[in-house]
C-alpha cells in the first residue's frame, strides 16, 4: 500500500494570466531526481561517490554508506562513515552561511548542508549505538540513544515529543545493564508502543537482536511552487519477525515505524520559511502582472484625440513597464523549494530482543512475518549466532532490505 502523507502545507498567493505564461515558462520547479542504487558494491560505489560530492551532500552519503555497511557486515567501514557524519549534525544549521542562504528568498533550501530531518539523525545515533554495543561500550550506546530521543523531540515549544519507543527502551535497558535504574525509560518506551507489549528488562540477557525490514519513507515536494514537504510512504509487507534458535521463538516485533516517525513530528521552521517564499513568489508575480497590465493600458493612451503624444501617459506606461518587469523577475529568482534529499535507504520498521545463549555457534532460522503472523514466501533464511564469550554481550544486526 502506497500512500502519501502530508507534512506542512503554505497557502501563495494569485496566479500568472495565461497572456504573460511565457515570462515563467522557463522557471517551472521540477523536483530533484531521487537517489538510484549504485551497480556493483554499493558501499564501494557510493564511497567514490562521496569523494566527489560536493561538502553539503558529504553527510547524506556518509548516512547512505553507513547503514549499507552495517547489512553488509563491515562494522568498521558503518563506523567510519557515521564518526564523520554525527559531529556536524549537532547544530550546524542554525549559524552555518548555507543555512543562511537557504533561508533567504533566491536560495533553495537544499543549498544548506544536509543534516536530515528528526528521525535520519535519530537514526544516525541509533546505528551508532549499535556499533559501540558492540564494541563493549553500553554507556556511549546510551548516549547515542538519549541523544536521538533529544533530537526528535522539541523541548523549547513543547509542540511534539520522542516517539521512538527503542530509543527509550534501549536507554533503560542499557541502564540497567549497568546497573542502575531504567523504569523510567522503559514506562516511556511502553507508553509510546501502544499494543506493543515491551519484554521486562534481563539485564543478564547476553545476545541483543536488532532487526530491521521494510523500506523507509522518501521525501517529495508538492505544491504550486514545490514549497511543500510531503512524505511517500510504501508499507512492507513484513511486519514483524522471528528467530527461532536453539529450539526457542525469539519474537522480533516491529516497535518503531520509520514512515509513522517522518510524517507525525510536526512542522519544522524550514516549513514556515518555505512558505513565506512561496507567498513573495505569488505576491511579486501578481504585482507584476498588474503593472504590465497598467503599462498597456497607459500605452493605450498615449495619444490625445488631436494627435498629439501624452507625456504624462508615456511616463506612466514607462514606470508601471519597469515595476512589471523588475517584480517578474523576482519573482521567477525567488526558490521557495523543499528539500527533497532523502536518506532513502532507511528500513521501515525497527525491533529489538533480548536472549541468553551458551558460548559456541548456534544455527538459527530467520522468518519475516506478514501482518497475520504468517511467514512471508522466500523471506526465511539461516543465520549463525555465534557467542564468543558469555559474560560479555554479543550484537546481532538483521536486516530484511
Known amino acids: 500500500m502506497r500512500r502519501i502523507v502530508k507534512v506542512c502545507a503554505c497557502r501563495g498567493g ?32 557510493a564511497g567514490a561517490l562521496l569523494a ?5 551532500d558529504r553527510v547524506l552519503w ?7 555497511s552495517l547489512r553488509a557486515g563491515r562494522f568498521d567501514e558503518a563506523r567510519i562513515q557515521l ?20 533561508r533567504s528568498l533566491f536560495h533553495p533550501e537544499n543549498a544548506k548542508v544536509f543534516i536530515g530531518e528528526p528521525y535520519e539523525r535519530s537514526m544516525a545515533y541509533y546505528y551508532r ?34 516517539h521512538f519507543a527503542l530509543l527509550d527502551y534501549l536507554d533503560g535497558f542499557a541502564s540497567a545493564k549497568l546497573g542502575a535504574d531504567g523504569s523510567g525509560a522503559y514506562a516511556r518506551a511502553q507508553a509510546e508502543a501502544g499494543a506493543v507489549r515491551l519484554p521486562p528488562y534481563d539485564p543478564g540477557a547476553n545476545v541483543l537482536i536488532f532487526a530491521e525490514f521494510g523500506r523507509g519513507p522518501r521525501k517529495i515536494a508538492s505544491g504550486r511552487y514545490g514549497e511543500r514537504l510531503m512524505f511517500q510512504v510504501q508499507d512492507s509487507p513484513a511486519h514483524d519477525a522471528r528467530l527461532t534458535v536453539e529450539g526457542r ?5 516491529c516497535w518503531d515505524d520509520l514512515n509513522y516517525q517522518a510524517a507525525t513530528r510536526g512542522g519544522r521552521a524550514m516549513d514556515y520559511i518555505l512558505g513565506n517564499k512561496a507567498v513573495f513568489k505569488s505576491t511579486t508575480n501578481a504585482v507584476g502582472d498588474a503593472a504590465l497590465v ?18 504624462g501617459a508615456e511616463n506612466t506606461a514607462i514606470a508601471l513597464a519597469t515595476v512589471g518587469i523588475l517584480s517578474k523577475l523576482t519573482s521567477a529568482a525567488t526558490a521557495p523549494q523543499a528539500d527533497t534529499r532523502t536518506w532513502e535507504n532507511l528500513p521501515q520498521r525497527l525491533s ?27 523471506e526465511t533464511r539461516t543465520v549463525l549466532v555465534r557467542v564468543d564469550d558469555p559474560a560479555h554481550d554479543t550484537v546481532i544486526f538483521l536486516s530484511e532490505p
Request: with cysteine; glycine share 10%.
Open 249 to 253: 521463538a525469539v519474537p522480533l516485533r
Open 52 to 56: 566527489s560530492a560536493p561538502p553539503k
Open 14 to 45: 494569485a496566479g500568472v494570466g495565461a497572456a504573460l505564461l511565457f515570462w515563467i515558462s522557463g522557471c517551472a520547479y521540477a523536483p530533484p531526481p531521487r537517489p538510484t542504487s549504485v551497480p556493483g558494491d554499493y558501499v564501494s560505489d
Open 62 to 68: 556518509e548516512y547512505r554508506i553507513a547503514a549499507a
Open 294 to 311: 497598467g503599462s498597456a493600458v497607459a500605452a493605450g493612451d498615449l495619444y490625445r484625440d488631436n494627435g498629439e503624444k501624452s507625456q
Open 352 to 378: 529489538f530482543a533480548a536472549a541468553r545463549l551458551p558460548a559456541g555457534a548456534h544455527p538459527a532460522t530467520l522468518e519475516f512475518l506478514d501482518s497475520s503472523g504468517r511467514p512471508l514466501p522466500g
Open 83 to 102: 564518526d564523520a557524519a554525527i559531529p556536524l549534525i549537532g547544530g550546524i544549521i542554525a549559524d552555518s552561511k548555507d543555512a543562511a542562504r537557504a
Open 129 to 162: 549505538a549499535i556499533l559501540y554495543w558492540r564494541d563493549g561500550q553500553p554507556d556511549n550506546a546510551r548516549a547515542c540513544y538519549r541523544t536521538g530521543e533529544v533530537i526528535n523531540s522539541d523541548l523549547e515549544n513543547k509542540q511534539w515529543q520522542n
